[in-house]
């Protein structure tokens, strides 16, 4: 039979709570983890839509779509942790005149490509002293300036000019093969911890799987009773890029905006804690 000191320390290592420094465990487009299915029954504990339109200047006529950011939570199944919860923030978009993708893609083909509609997501958390700058005042059209107050006119135009001059990657999208840690302008808002994750949502092996969200950000399991990875994603600045033919346009926004960011020290002190209650069951089962 295995040791306590090693089956506590095989747990601890697969586990990866320690290392957590996000609220991330898993992510990936589409609603939810593949064959994480008890997240359908996941309960919305909140959300927010924002406006926007992909032209710029937009002369009145432009269609406007939504960004749909929505926090979910359920009882993961066979979990070590008592009353334990996942937290699954959930993108989507609602679309021009209802529909889907493709329609609203074949609807602006003057403007969008056929082919590639991509979607870059930020993962980590922007420093808390940028991200209370966000401005709720941007999301009637959050097209229109809502990440300028967090990363500034010089980083969003930096990382502009970069796009324009990369090649796209395999899967046919520019930021794919883009590090903005490397921009200089933007230096105070990314660095090696920073997450973007980027898809191309017209890819055909993601055709008819993003029904009820276009990406998912799933968090480890934690106990219920701790609000931490919730505060941190309602007070976090979200933010999505989108790509796509002669369009490029960052969105932001921040579910709670009247409250400061929640910051990832939060997050490694809900991460130990996580151990020990995990390591605290292991023990007590072998007593």
Known sequence: ?????????????????????????????????????????????????????????????????????????????????????????????????????????????????????????LESLLPSKEANRYNADTESNASDGSCRYALRDQCLNAINDRVAKTQPADNGCRLSNLNVTDIVQCEWIF?????????????PELAGNLTGGFAHITSDPFDAGNTTFLDIAETRVHMVVIDSGSTFTPLCVKIDAERDQVGSASIARVSMGLVAAAIGTVVYAMV
Do not use: H
Not at 9 to 19: D, I, K, N
Not at 25 to 37: D, I, L, V
Not at 192 to 201: A, F, I, P, Q
């Open 191 to 203: 660095n090696e911890e920073t997450k973007l994750s980027t898809y191309n949502l017209l890819a």
């Open 1 to 121: 039979m295995a040791s306590r000191r090693s089956i506590i320390a095989a747990l601890v290592a697969s586990s990866g709570l320690v290392a957590a420094q996000n609220a991330t465990a898993f992510s990936g487009p589409g609603p939810y983890p593949e064959g994480q299915s008890f997240l359908d029954d996941a309960q919305v504990t909140t959300e927010k839509t924002v406006s926007f339109d992909l032209f710029y200047p937009n002369e009145g006529n432009a269609p406007r779509w939504q960004l749909i950011t929505r926090l979910e939570q359920a009882a993961p199944p066979d979990s070590a942790i008592p009353d334990a919860s996942v937290l699954n923030t959930v993108y989507d978009f609602g679309y021009p005149n209802g529909g889907n993708l493709s329609e609203a893609v074949a609807a602006s083909s003057g403007q969008l490509n056929q082919n590639n509609f991509c979607v870059t997501i």
